[in-house]
């Protein structure tokens, strides 16, 4: 039965698809974890960053026709570890649009205050219950198991950018309403000639 074998086809890849993606989750959090300092620590271009995030979470943003704006307007740099920070700031961009239907817009923009820059990601999605918001960066906790299988994600990822934010010397917070959206703030501190970075 040619139909049934396609149907079965794209349900093992869809499947194989979230393994990786969990797999690849967990490998990240346990070297976040393992690791005291933040490694390949350098100066790290934080517009080059944001849209290098925004790159990353395009078809998942097409799928839903959203869009991602940010203003890169002022040239940011902070002290730390790419790759790690590229995760962390597409993590946030995808909860934006995996959180909030159709057709509705997330934002990235920074602001500098005091030498720490802060990354807002700010969604009109389903939002957070005020009795939940504390408990969303520990790992494994979804808001809503039932619902969110459909989104088929893992509760990982704020997690990661929790961990991400701390070994920079930085922090995450969040900001929610039920139906009206949520805003991600990450703060790090800017970049330092010292070369610094807190573990
Ligand atoms: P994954 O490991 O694939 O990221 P996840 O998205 O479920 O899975 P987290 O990113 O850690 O895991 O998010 C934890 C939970 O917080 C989500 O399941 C969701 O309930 C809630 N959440 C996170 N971001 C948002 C958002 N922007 N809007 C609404 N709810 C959110
Ligand atoms: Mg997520």
């Given at each position: 039965?040619?139909?049934?074998?396609?149907?079965f086809a794209s349900s093992l890849q869809r499947?194989?698809?979230?393994?990786?993606?969990?797999?690849?989750?967990?490998?990240?959090?346990?070297?976040?974890?393992?690791?005291?300092?933040?490694?390949?620590?350098?100066?790290?271009?934080?517009?080059?960053?944001?849209?290098?995030?925004?790159?990353?979470?395009?078809?998942?943003?097409?799928?839903?026709?959203?869009?991602?704006?940010?203003?890169?307007?002022?040239?940011?740099?902070?002290?730390?570890?790419?790759?790690?920070?590229?995760?962390?700031?597409?993590?946030?961009?995808?909860?934006?649009?995996?959180?909030?239907?159709?057709?509705?817009?997330?934002?990235?923009?920074?602001?500098?205050?005091?030498?720490?820059?802060?990354?807002?990601?700010?969604?009109?999605g389903i939002g957070i219950p005020e009795s939940d918001q504390a408990r969303i960066f520990e790992?494994?906790?979804?808001?809503?198991?039932?619902?969110?299988?459909?989104?088929?994600?893992?509760?990982?990822?704020?997690?990661?950018?929790?961990?991400?934010?701390?070994?920079?010397?930085?922090?995450?917070?969040?900001?929610?309403?039920?139906?009206?959206?949520?805003?991600?703030?990450?703060?790090?501190?800017?970049?330092?000639?010292?070369?610094?970075?807190?573990?």
């Open positions: 039965d040619p139909a049934a074998v396609q149907r499947e194989a698809n979230r393994l990786g993606h969990i797999v690849q989750e967990i490998i990240e959090l346990s070297r976040l974890q393992s690791a005291t300092y933040v490694a390949d620590s350098g100066m790290v271009n934080l517009n080059e960053v944001i849209s290098d995030a925004i790159d990353r979470t395009q078809i998942a943003a097409e799928a839903k026709q959203m869009r991602v704006l940010t203003d890169t307007s002022e040239q940011v740099f902070v002290t730390g570890n790419y790759e790690q920070l590229a995760i962390a700031i597409t993590n946030l961009i995808e909860n934006a649009i995996n959180y909030s239907p159709e057709n509705t817009k997330v934002s990235v923009t920074t602001e500098i205050e005091d030498g720490i820059v802060q990354i807002s990601v700010t969604d009109q790992r494994f906790y979804r808001v809503d198991p039932a619902r969110s299988r459909e989104t088929g994600g893992t509760g990982l990822g704020l997690s990661i950018v929790k961990h991400v934010a701390t070994k920079h010397g930085g922090d995450v917070s969040v900001w929610s309403a039920p139906a009206v959206g949520s805003t991600f703030a990450l703060r790090l501190p800017i970049y330092s000639n010292t070369g610094e970075t807190n573990s």
